[in-house]
């Protein structure tokens, strides 16, 4: 890896700075910045750089772990200070969500790639469905579950977000507000989430990759490349206002519509892959 020639260190560098590019307009104007879509944009990048298909997806889920961390935590910052994270929630899916993270990194060390490709094509399809024909009035009930039940749905999130490489915002807000939790406390509490599963994600996709290190790009550490962390992670931030300015154009509705198409779109592009 010390050896690796400048121009490819440069042709790394270029298109992590154009993903992060794409990545904070689109993270902006759907109001998300998780894997839904930083790991299909760096799963181009990666393809361009000649990245081995057998580790370019677990590539792509670590990293955008890593790129996760900073934002989760001034999230989780910023919510804690307005009161929106009931401690008793947080510390019932804490446990759970830990374990299924380790499950997830396990699996990145040892499952072939299309498990992960499959994995995310499953998931956005669903959330696609969800914000092209779901109901706000979708109810579960009006009280959350047992602890049982809340473990379950944390091991779930946990799982989800080690193979998508995502902070389970989407999912645990989901899960919230089908039993009833107010929208800003249910964003509250999945921040928190968030915190643990990029933290502890990216730990785990570092030590999955380790054996196949030789394979990575350069800067890499295990599944976790470096230079996309440390030039995605602040560009995507810095344009995630314009996606979001945007935004502000298009009705809920529009934007949901929006949303969900793109969804389909990564979906069908990693169908296409896994042909």
Known sequence: MLG???????????????????????????????????????????????????VRMQLCVGTSLAII????????????????L????????????VAAIVVGAVIAAFAPSWVFKLAFVVVTSLIALRMLFGNE???????????????IYGFIIGLYSAVMGVGGGSVSTLVLMLYGT??????????GIGVIISVTGTIGYMLA?????ALMPPFSIGYVSLIGL?????????????????????????????????????AVRFVVSLL
């Open 4 to 54: 690796v020639p400048l121009g490819d260190l440069a042709v790394l560098a270029v298109g992590i700075v154009a993903g992060g590019i794409v990545t904070g307009i689109l993270a902006g104007l759907f109001g998300v910045g998780g894997g839904a879509v930083i790991v299909p944009v760096l799963y181009e990048i990666f393809r361009i750089l000649d990245v081995p298909e057998p």
């Open 69 to 84: 961390v900073p934002t989760s935590i001034r999230s989780f910052l910023a919510h804690r200070a307005k009161g929106n």
């Open 86 to 97: 009931p401690v008793e929630i947080l510390r019932i899916w804490a446990p759970p969500v």
């Open 137 to 151: 009035s979708w109810r579960l009930g009006d009280t959350l579950p047992g602890r049982v039940a809340m473990t």
């Open 182 to 191: 107010p929208i800003h406390v249910a964003v509250g509490i999945s921040a």
């Open 209 to 213: 990759g380790l054996p196949q290190q």
């Open 230 to 266: 440390v030039l995605m992670a602040p560009i995507a931030s810095a344009l995630a206002p314009y996606g979001a300015r945007l935004a502000h154009r298009l009705s809920k509705r529009k934007l949901e519509i929006a949303f969900g198409l793109f969804l389909l779109a990564v």
